[in-house]
């Protein structure tokens, strides 16, 4: 930590992609909008005000909204309003800044002593703020375009080269890299070059007063399934990358090996389109060509404290993702006493320990995870200690400790001009 370092005041996150008033689960919106109103609340609560710039949506969206005293929304106007894909949002990011920069004018000199980035359309407009303050950015890149590209799923589309240039425009000029896990971290270094003293690694966190262990048979009557009822739990955005279809594939599998389990087991998403607009539609017709439409449910993305019933619900959640920097998820599941079968991919090894808290899968084939929750489904005893082992494992993972990571990182840099504006970009 830098000593002499003045103390931070006030920092300004960037989240231009997504908002963190956007319910996590459909479109855009996911863990990075419950990574940063999580993290700026709690950064409130120590007393830095946070103010979190976004781009506006909606024409009737106010331009400021306060959600906790001293943290801020700003909605932003930059381009047309309503929903817009990453890829047009890029074109974009010069009126976003200018927008960011318009709103800071109206305030003193050194308002902000900090940039934080997120996503890398963010760090794209953090690095020319920061640079136009002279202050340090901290960009957190949440998913890398080199990582996600080597793992597509079929029906996926590759992210685009600007992404891959931009991203490495950031990790040369950003004045720290913050990654999720030591796997992240070093992804950084060995795809993009990263200097390792300028990588932070600051584990997400997990809000543990919402997700906590409760009664299975409430639960199973809260979102309205039968006592009997083991049900799989797919929690998310529906699209390739995610893989929800390969739950349900895995389910069709479980059903064929053990029939006499399909009066009791039941699939569950919870999740809503994201990447195209048929996307849950499509998950329907899946499962009627499987023939498990009967067994499979969609419902809408929900709120913290009604997804949690969904988790003590479940017998196993399923997080079959091609690539995860972290895993929130399969974090929140274990926090209600509900086992993990992942892939073992990304930071899901850090979340879920396997063989102990959940099962870990090396691959995306269907039949590995049928096997993995064939044995969950019929060895109850197993399945209870790894839920009581992971409730024991997440207790470690509360947003308090992220937040401290992250404040040790911000001093670090605190004080010292951006490396942007030292090279005058």
Known sequence: MNGSAPPIRRIAAISMHTSPLEQPGTGDAGGLNVYVVEVARRLAERGIAVDVFTRATRVDQEPRVEIAPGLTVRHVPAGPFGPLDKQSLARYVCPFIFGVLRAEAHNEPGYYDLVHGHYWLSGRAGLSVAHRW????????????????????????????????????????????????????GQLMRHYGAEANRVATVAPGVDLAAFTPGSRAEALHRIGYAPDSQVLLFVGRVQPHKAPDLVLHAASQLLDRRPELRSTLRVMVVGGDSGQATAVEQLRALATSLGISDIVRIDPPQDRATLAYYYRAAAVTVMPSRSESFGLVAAESQACGTPVVAADVGGLPYV?????????????????????????????RLRDAMGSAGVRHTARLGWSATVEGLLSTYHAVSGTRSLAAAVNL
């Open 134 to 185: 002279g202050v340090p950015l901290v960009q957190s890149m949440h998913t890398l375009a080199k990582v996600k590209n080597a793992a597509l799923g079929e029906g996926d589309v590759a992210e685009p080269e600007a992404r891959v240039r931009g991203e490495e425009h950031l990790v040369r000029y950003a004045d720290r890299l913050v990654a999720n896990t030591d796997t992240e971290a």
């Open 352 to 380: 879920v320990r396997d063989g102990e808290t959940g099962v870990l899968v090396d691959g995306h084939a269907p039949e590995d995870y049928a096997t993995a929750l064939r044995r969950l489904l019929t060895e109850p």
